[in-house]
């Protein structure tokens, strides 16, 4: 900042990187911008039951406070809060909840889970699985669900579940297929794809390049 070196910090989601340097460029956004648009896709359930579910940990209890702060904004804009059944459950290896007592029958239920622990997402989702018989349920969670790879499938399937991803890539955009052909006739090889995040390292460089090397100078 002191000699206005422009500085790219491709992979942190710190918010407070750029908060205090105007020359570093943050090219993943930071969990808040995230929650902000997860929190408004949450918000088009408003007319379903809406459960938050988290372990309680005070290191990320306040994320947890943050979307739901957010999806009670974005809801305000759409109907009366009166009307929304939503609540917030803190489950964990000390806590037992029965979810029987927190679906209900008469709606659909969207059951929002903002953790990235594998094994957490593990004990939530397969207790939900085993009660799709008896309520209608879908499942929200985070981009890192994109690596697990201990959770059966079924259950994502079956509970319909969704993530939301700052990195997608749209294979049917011609500008990506012609980006494949290029990449598979220079290196022999399919564009890399790397976790937790889900993105395609191959891809995310391009673009880093792409953008800021024709802005040199």
């Not at 009166?82 to 969207?110: A, G, Q, Y």
């Not at 049917?172 to 399919?190: D, G, H, Q, S």
């Amino acid at each position: 900042r002191q000699h206005e070196i422009p500085m790219v910090s491709p992979f942190s989601s710190d918010g407070q990187i750029a908060r205090y340097n105007p020359y570093v460029f943050q090219v993943t956004p930071s969990y808040d911008v995230e929650f902000k648009s997860w929190a408004e896709y949450i918000s088009d359930y408003y007319d379903k039951t809406i459960i938050v579910i988290h372990d309680g940990d005070s290191a990320e209890y306040r994320k947890v406070q943050f979307l739901k702060n957010e999806i009670f904004k974005k809801i305000a804009d759409k109907a009366d809060l009166e009307d929304v059944i939503f609540k917030e459950v803190k489950m964990n290896d000390s806590v037992f909840v029965d979810l029987n007592h927190v679906l209900t029958h008469d709606r659909e239920n969207l059951v929002v889970v903002p953790s990235e622990n594998e094994a957490y997402v593990s004990n939530v989702i397969s207790p939900l699985y085993y009660l799709l018989d008896e309520y209608r349920i879908e499942v929200a969670g985070m981009p890192q669900w994109n690596g697990f790879r201990n959770i059966d499938l079924e259950y994502f399937h079956k509970l319909k579940v969704s993530y939301y991803t700052s990195f997608y890539v749209d294979y049917e955009k011609p500008e990506m297929k012609e980006f494949i052909k290029k990449f598979r006739a220079v290196l022999y090889t399919e564009p890399h794809r790397i976790y937790p995040r889900g993105y395609s390292l191959s891809v995310y460089g391009y673009d880093l390049v792409s953008a800021f090397v024709r802005n040199i100078g």
